[in-house]
């Protein structure tokens, strides 16, 4: 009874490891992932995606490499030329080789931190070549560096760089605030200009209708001085026609006569006006119209006498010229 205690002890233990080395014997591998297999802590193969089969106990599996792209993000903090300190953030895609699985596994312990350590050293020796200005403008010339020189150094780790991107730049709160009051400042400028530029426009405008609304008007007034010096002349003819004996002077009276009265009845058919009337007489219309030609006489004098005045010192001063010039010989 013993026995075959022992029997059955024996024969479930066979039973249970042989099970567990069955299970043991495969193993799936997913998609765009690679398995290391060892034998005895050296490596002995690379498993593919799908079902795999390794020796029991002997063999096993020490890692899997993903294939896949991957992205890290790396900020960091660096001063530009004008030591203006900004915060970068450079996002790196970078995947495995397929066909450098060994060294991405066997050659790297950790390959983020070695893809950061790199990223700081180029981007911290770029940066501070440039100015604030033109960081935001070659932020593309900075990624590309980044990667050309990521891929020279990784490719030898079995690691390929698809491309490194300088996601955000972020200089200090008061340099941002700084910035920002340059660019309203500008904007103020250049609208403050365009509204001067409106304006003169406006202004010109404005002056060359008036220009032309006065030349129109003066056309006009013109055209109606000729009309009525040419009724006059004409009224005059007939009245000298009509009435034997009576002179030019003696129309002119009579006209200036009543011009008076329709003057003064237009001024008491008004209740607000600002005409100011000067004292005198109707009978004095004859003195005002020789007192007004004896004034444009007067005036026309007074310019023809000043026109000599100027003209006399400019021929005494070229006469004296004259008379100091040297002898010539």
Do not use: C
């Not at 992932?33 to 020796?55: M, Y």
């Not at 000599?308 to 002898?327: C, H, N, Y």
């Amino acid at each position: 009874m013993q026995f075959d205690l022992i029997t059955i002890f024996v024969l479930s233990a066979l039973i249970f490891t042989t099970f567990l080395a069955l299970v043991a014997m495969f193993f799936t591998v997913e998609q765009r992932t690679t398995a290391i297999v060892q034998r005895f802590g050296k490596f002995l193969r690379e498993a593919g995606p799908g079902i795999q089969i390794k020796i029991p106990f002997i063999d096993r599996v020490v890692g899997r490499v993903n294939l896949r792209v991957q992205q890290l993000d790396v900020e960091i903090e660096t001063k530009t030329e004008d030591n203006v300190f900004v915060r970068m953030v450079v996002a790196v895609q970078y995947y495995a080789l397929p066909e450098k699985v060994y060294d991405a596994f066997y050659r790297l312990d950790d390959a983020n931190r070695q893809i950061t350590s790199f990223v700081f050293d180029v981007v911290r020796a770029q940066v501070p070549k440039i100015k604030l200005d033109d960081v935001f403008e070659k932020k593309d010339d900075i990624a590309n560096i980044v990667k050309s020189e990521l891929a020279q150094v990784m490719e030898g780790f079995g690691y390929g760089i698809l491309k490194a991107l300088v996601t955000d730049i972020d200089p200090d709160a008061k340099v941002k605030e700084s910035m920002n009051e340059i660019n309203a400042a500008q904007r103020m400028r250049v609208a403050a200009t365009e509204r001067g530029e409106a304006d003169r426009i406006l202004k010109v405008k404005a002056a060359e209708g008036d220009a032309q609304s006065k030349a129109l008007q003066g056309r006009g007034i013109a055209d109606q001085r000729q009309a009525i010096v040419a009724g006059l002349r004409d009224s005059v003819d007939e009245f000298r026609k009509s009435v034997p004996g009576t002179t030019a002077k003696d129309v002119m009276n009579l006209v200036l006569m009543t011009q008076y009265f329709d003057m003064l009845k237009e001024i008491g058919a008004s209740s607000r006006t600002n005409a100011i009337l000067i004292p005198h007489s109707p009978g004095n219309l004859s003195t005002l119209t020789e007192q007004m030609r004896n004034a444009m006489m007067e005036a026309d004098q007074t310019v023809k006498a000043s026109d000599s005045a100027v003209e006399t010192p400019l021929m005494a001063f070229e006469g004296s010229r004259v008379q100091k010039r040297p002898p010539s010989f």
